[in-house]
C-alpha cells in the first residue's frame, strides 16, 4: 500500500514565523503535489515536484516555497506566515509508471494567529 | 485559469436513494475524469474515474456519465447508505500534456445519507 505522511496533523503559528510542513511517500512516486483545501474552493494546487531538486508553480504559490532534495521527501514553507493561510495543507505523490492516481497524506491543519 | 465547477456544494439523500453530483469544466483538452472521496479526518482518495472514450462507467454502486459535448461528467451513487456520507471532488487532467499528472479540482459536495 502506498503511504503518504504528514509531518503534523494540527499547527498552531504566529503570523510572521516561518512555518515548514513535511510530506514523505514511500512508493519511489516520481510527482508529488501540494495543495491546500478550504471550504467552498475545493483543493487548489500550490506547487508540485516531478523529480529531485524540480518545482512548478502551481495554481496559487504566492506565499508559498517549497523543497525537495530527495525523492521521497517534499516540503512546503510559509517564508512569513499570515491568517490567510489558516488552511488544511494536503500533500499528495503520484507514479509516472502508474498513471494517474494521485495518493494523498492525512492532511495538516494550520492555524494561523 | 483551467476550471472545474461543481455542484451542488451540498447534498442530503435518504438511504436507499440516489446521489448525484455535477460537474463542467472548460478546458477541451482534459483527457481524464477522476472522482475522489474523502472521509472526515482523512485525505481524498481516488474513488471511480474516467477517460473521455466511453459515455459511461460503473463500479458497484457508483457510475461516472460522461458528456464529451456539453464538457459535463456526473457521479451517480446508486442505492446510497449511511457510509457513503463523505466529502466528494470531481477533478480532471490533461495527461496527453506535459502536465505531470497535474489534477484540476472541483469545489466539493458534502454528502450526507441519513438513516
Known amino acids: 500500500d502506498v503511504k503518504v505522511t504528514q509531518s503534523s496533523r494540527y499547527l498552531v503559528k504566529r503570523t510572521g514565523e516561518k512555518v515548514f510542513l513535511e510530506c514523505v511517500q514511500d512508493?519511489?512516486?516520481?510527482?508529488m503535489f501540494w495543495y491546500r483545501q478550504d471550504p467552498g474552493l475545493g483543493l487548489r494546487l500550490i506547487y508540485f515536484s516531478y523529480d529531485v531538486k524540480m518545482k512548478e508553480k502551481g495554481d496559487i504559490p504566492e506565499g508559498y516555497s517549497v523543497s525537495r532534495e530527495k525523492k521521497e521527501r517534499f516540503s512546503l514553507i510559509l517564508e512569513s506566515a499570515s491568517t490567510n493561510q489558516t488552511s488544511m495543507y494536503l500533500c499528495?505523490?503520484?507514479?509516472?509508471?502508474?498513471?494517474?492516481?494521485?495518493?494523498f497524506g492525512p492532511g495538516t491543519r494550520l492555524l494561523v494567529l | 485559469q483551467q476550471q472545474v465547477k461543481q455542484s451542488p456544494q451540498s447534498l442530503i439523500v435518504q438511504k436507499g436513494g440516489i446521489s448525484i453530483i455535477n460537474c463542467a469544466y472548460e478546458?477541451?483538452?482534459?483527457?481524464?475524469f477522476p472522482w475522489y472521496q474523502q472521509f472526515p479526518g482523512k485525505g481524498p482518495a481516488l474513488l471511480i474515474a474516467?477517460?473521455?472514450?466511453?459515455s459511461e462507467k460503473k463500479e458497484g454502486r457508483f457510475t461516472i456519465s460522461f458528456n464529451k459535448s456539453a464538457k459535463q461528467f456526473s457521479l451517480h451513487i446508486m442505492d446510497s447508505q449511511p457510509g457513503d456520507s463523505a466529502t466528494y471532488f470531481c477533478a480532471a487532467s490533461d495527461l496527453g500534456g506535459t502536465s505531470y499528472g497535474k489534477l484540476t479540482f472541483g469545489q466539493g459536495t458534502i454528502l450526507t445519507v441519513h438513516p
Open positions: 474516467i477517460r473521455p472514450d466511453v
Open positions: 478546458n477541451t483538452a482534459f483527457d481524464y
Open positions: 512508493m519511489d512516486h516520481e510527482n
Open positions: 499528495a505523490s503520484s507514479s509516472r509508471r502508474e498513471g494517474e492516481t494521485q495518493y
